[in-house]
Nanobody, 125 residues
Framework: QVQLVESGGGLVQAGGSLRVSCAASGRTFSSYSMGWFRRAPGKEREFVAAISASGDRTKYADSVKGRFAISRDNAKNTVYLEMNSLKPEDTAKYYC??????????????????WGQGTQVTVSS
């Protein structure tokens, strides 16, 4: 069982930066690949970024590539999403997710076993 708690969301102006974090419980965090997803009001949940269990592989949605960076610190049981050059269309609730499929990066929600409650990111124009 893995529990995930996101933090770091908030209000930021367009062009600004924000880092959201996801702290995981349990001693096997390094065995899980992690992902970030987001859901904007009235829209479907969408993939943002993913990182393998060891951190050697990452994948990004085209809409955030070059602006966002996912990373993890297995010693701290934490995964991060650094968001730069934020746009109003990045406004959403951001969720982290964990999957026991450790080898690889996963972009579909059904690949993930555990989800956090989310943290709101609002980008003003």
């Amino acid at each position: 069982q893995v529990q995930l708690v996101e933090s770091g969301g908030g209000l930021v102006q367009a062009g600004g930066s924000l880092r959201v974090s996801c702290a995981a419980s349990g001693r096997t965090f390094s065995s899980y690949s992690m992902g970030w997803f987001r859901r904007a009001p009235g829209k479907e949940r969408e993939f943002v970024a993913a990182i393998s269990a060891s951190g050697d592989r990452t994948k990004y949605a085209d809409s955030v590539k070059g602006r966002f960076a996912i990373s993890r610190d297995n010693a701290k049981n934490t995964v991060y999403l650094e968001m730069n050059s934020l746009k109003p269309e990045d406004t959403a609730k951001y969720y982290c997710a964990a999957t026991s499929r450790a080898y690889g990066v996963w972009v579909t929600p059904r690949s993930y076993d555990y989800w956090g409650q989310g943290t709101q990111v609002t980008v003003s124009s």
